[in-house]
C-alpha cells in the first residue's frame, strides 16, 4: 500500500529533476537565491498540470493442469509344472520256521469230603398282658340365667291451641346384678397301678457233642519218570540278503531368483496456495475545498495465489526375475544281494529216565467228643407297683356382683298454644330367659390287653458233602510253525504339479495435477505531473513540458 501511494510523489520529483534550473526553483528543487518568481499562487498551478497515464503490466498466474502418467507394477503369476519323483515302499516277506514245544497239561481231579454244621433254628412265641387306662369322658350340661330388660312404649295424643308438650329429662341410675360364674377348680390325685413284668432268667447248661476230625497221614513213595529232553543242534547255512544302496547322481535346474534394484523417481509436486492482500489502483480527485488534486487509493481485496511448484526425489525399488543355473544332488537308491552265512538251530528229541520221590497224603477219620457250654434263657413274671399321679378339674359356681349404668327418661310438659301432636313415652319393664352351656370332665378306667412276641434259638445238626479239586500236570511234546518277516524296499516311481511363481510387469495409469505458470498483461494507471514556468513568461522557454 505503501509504495503505490509514492508514486504520484515519485513522479514529481522525476519531472523538476527534468526539468530546468529556473523551473525547479519555483518548485524548490534547485538553488533557492536565483528564484525570481513573485506570483504567490505558482505552486498551486503546477499541481494542477497532472494528467492519467495507462501502463501495461506483466502478471505471472498459476494454472491448474491435469496430465496422465504411467508406473510400472508387478504381479505374481503361478504357473503348473510337473516333476518326476521316486518313492521307495516297503515290502514285507515272510518265511517259515520249524520249532518243537514242550507243552503242560494240567487235569483237574476231585475229591469226596463230608463234615457237619450246627444250624441255628429260630422259634416265634406269643403271650397276653394285660394293662388299665384312664379315659376321659366329657359331659355338657345347661342352665338358666334370668335377666330384665327394659321396653320404651310410644303413645300420641293430640290437644287443641293450648297444648303440652312433654320435653324428655334423661336421668343416669346405676344397679346391681347378680350373676353366677363357674370356676373350674383342679385337684390332684394319686392312686397306685399294679403292672407284670416279665424278667430274662438266663442259665448256662452243657452238653457233649460228637464230631469227626480228618487227620492227615503222609506216606513218602518211589516212582521212574520218562521225560523228553530237546538237545539243541546247531548248523552253518547260507542264505542271498538284499540291502540298499544310496548313489549320488549330479544334475543342474534352472531356477528363477527375484531380485531388483533401486531407481530414482523425481515427483513435481504443486506449490501451497497462499492467500495474499492485493490493493487495486487507485485514482486522482479534484477537491474543491482545498482546491486541489488528491489521490483516492483502490479498493483492498485478499487474492489466492499458488507458489511454485517443487520437485521431490524418491527412491523406488524395481523387482526383476533371473534365471540362474542351480547344481543339485539326488540320491537313488540301488538294491544290491551278498551272502551271509547264519547259524541253524535244531532241537532233537531224546529220551530220559529219573526216580522221583513223592508225597501221598491220606486223610484218617478220627472221632473226638467236646463239651459245649449255651445258655437258655427264661421269662420269669414279676409284679411291680408304681405310684400314677392325674388331675380332676370340678367345677365350682362362684356368685359376682356387678354395677350396670342405665338412663331413665322423664316427660316433663309444657303448655304452648297450638294445635299439635304429641308423643308419650313410656317404659315397660320385661323378664328374659337365656340359656348357658358348661362342661364337665371325669375319668373312666378301661381294661386293655396287648399281645407280645418273642423269638426263642435252638441248634440242629446237619450234614454236608463237598467235592475239593486238586491238579496234575503231565508234558507233551508239539511241533510248531512260525513265520519270520523280512523287509525289501521296491522303488515306485511317481509325477506330481508343482506351482512355480514369476513375476509379470505391466503399466497403471494415473492422474498428476500441477501447477503452468501464464504471463497476464495489465493495464495499471499511472499518473505523470509536469508544471508550467513559474518564473514568468520570459522562461516558458526553459520549461520541459
Known sequence: MRSLIGLPILAVLLAAV?????????????????????????YSVARQQCHTVM???RKVVWEKQEYTCYKKCYETVYEDKVV?????????????CEYTVCKPVYET?????NYTVCKPV??????????????????????????????????????EICYTVCKPVYETRTKEICYTVCKPVYETHQREICYTVCKPVWETRTRDICYTVCKPVYETRTREICYNVCKPVYETREREVCYTVCKPVHYTKEVQVCSGHWETEVTECPGPVV???????????????????????????VVEVQCPPRKICKKVWVPEVQTRTVHCVRYERQVCKKVVPYTCVRYVTEKCVKTCNYTVCRMVRENRVKTCTYQVCRMVPETRTKVCTYTTCKMVPEKRVKTCTYTVCHMVPEKRVKTCTYTVCRMVRENRVKECQYTVCRMVKENRVKTCTYKVCHMVKECHTKQIPYTVCRYETQKCV???????CKPVHTTKTVRVAHCVSKCVPYTV?????????????????????????????????
Open 513 to 545: 495435477t500441477r501447477c503452468v505458470p501464464r504471463v497476464v498483461c495489465e493495464q495499471v494507471p499511472v499518473t505523470i505531473c509536469c508544471p508550467p514556468p513559474c518564473c514568468g513568461r520570459r522562461r516558458q522557454h526553459d520549461c520541459g513540458c
Open 84 to 96: 518326476d519323483c521316486v518313492k521307495y515302499v516297503r515290502e514285507t516277506h515272510y518265511r517259515n
Open 18 to 42: 527534468s526539468a530546468s534550473p529556473a523551473a525547479a526553483a519555483c518548485i524548490g528543487a534547485a538553488a533557492y537565491d536565483k528564484c525570481g518568481c513573485d506570483d504567490p499562487g505558482a
Open 122 to 159: 429260630w422259634e416265634t412265641k406269643t403271650r397276653d398282658i394285660c394293662y388299665t387306662v384312664c379315659k376321659p369322658v366329657y359331659e355338657t350340661r345347661t342352665k338358666q340365667i334370668c335377666y330384665s330388660v327394659c321396653k320404651p312404649v310410644y303413645e300420641t295424643k293430640t290437644r
Open 109 to 113: 481231579r476231585y475229591r469226596t469230603c
Open 55 to 57: 501502463k501495461t503490466c
Open 482 to 488: 512260525k513265520q519270520v518277516p523280512y523287509t525289501v
Open 275 to 301: 492467500r495474499k492482500c492485493v490493493r487495486e489502483p487507485g485514482c486522482w480527485v479534484w477537491d474543491p475545498c482545498c482546491c486541489r488534486c488528491v489521490y483516492c487509493p483502490g479498493k483492498c481485496s
